[in-house]
């Protein structure tokens, strides 16, 4: 069954450090999304990438923040000097269509800022 | 704007017992999508079900049922004859048609359901 994708499954940097998280959406799959979990919060959406260029992004979502598409399978969410408070599980999901169909999330990768 | 809200935080309940949680969302759309997820404690996000704003026929998927009511906006979901393996946070989620905003999911804070033997 195809399944997204994502790596490191668990990442620690530095504060002001640059970090990159991997995704591979499911192939066929045109709606790319990342989206975030604080430890024993609820999962808040970031941003949703459809036709190279992002459709949506919310508040969290700063300049801080950016997401790429470099080839026809990997979708990379790069955060550029991260903070203490960007400690999280960061999701990604795909979609073949607009969430009139269902997203499948990857497995995350936590992320801890020291 | 967009909102749900799963009031029940933590629901504890022994093996074998029926168990219901709760979801209740806000919406201007009139047409919106529903959806419930699954995170067990290896932390990944399990697609459950979506429902259309237009389809208000119950669900059931062998030991879960959906019910939704647009009357109460409620969407909520039934675990019968519970399993431990069922431990888990279930999150509630919505995403709205209108406006272009149908490419985000609005998640409630969970509920973390734990089964015991």
């Known amino acids: 069954e195809p399944e997204v994708t994502q790596t490191p499954s668990h990442q620690v940097t530095q504060m002001g450090q640059e970090v990159i998280l991997r995704c591979v959406p499911i192939?066929?799959?045109?709606?790319f999304y990342w989206y975030r979990q604080i430890l024993g919060q609820k999962v808040e959406f970031l941003v949703s990438f459809y036709n190279n260029e992002i459709s949506e992004k919310s508040e969290i979502f700063d300049d801080q923040f950016s997401v790429e598409r470099p080839d026809g399978s990997n979708f990379t969410l790069k955060i550029r000097s991260t903070k203490l408070e960007d400690s999280a599980m960061y999701f990604c999901?795909?979609?073949?269509?607009?969430?009139?169909?269902?997203?499948?999330f990857g497995q995350g990768t936590r992320l801890t800022v020291v | 704007a967009q909102k749900v809200t799963q009031a029940q935080t933590e629901i504890s309940v022994v093996e074998k017992e029926d168990v219901t949680l709760d979801c209740v969302y806000e919406?201007?759309?009139?047409?919106?999508?529903l959806f419930w997820y699954k995170q067990p404690p290896s932390g990944e996000l399990v697609f459950l079900i979506r429902?259309?704003?237009?389809?208000?026929q119950n669900e059931i998927s062998g030991r879960y049922s959906w019910n939704f009511q647009k009357s109460t906006s409620s969407f909520n979901f039934t675990i019968t004859a519970s399993q431990v393996v069922d431990s888990a946070v279930y999150f509630c989620?919505?995403?709205?048609?209108?406006?272009?905003?149908?490419?985000?999911?609005?998640f409630g804070k969970g509920t973390l359901l734990t089964v015991n033997p």
């Open positions: 919406t201007r759309d009139t047409t919106y999508y």
């Open positions: 429902r259309n704003s237009f389809d208000e």
């Open positions: 989620a919505l995403s709205e048609a209108g406006g272009g905003s149908n490419y985000k999911l609005t």
């Open positions: 999901a795909s979609s073949l269509g607009r969430l009139n169909t269902e997203a499948f």
């Open positions: 192939s066929n799959h045109l709606y």
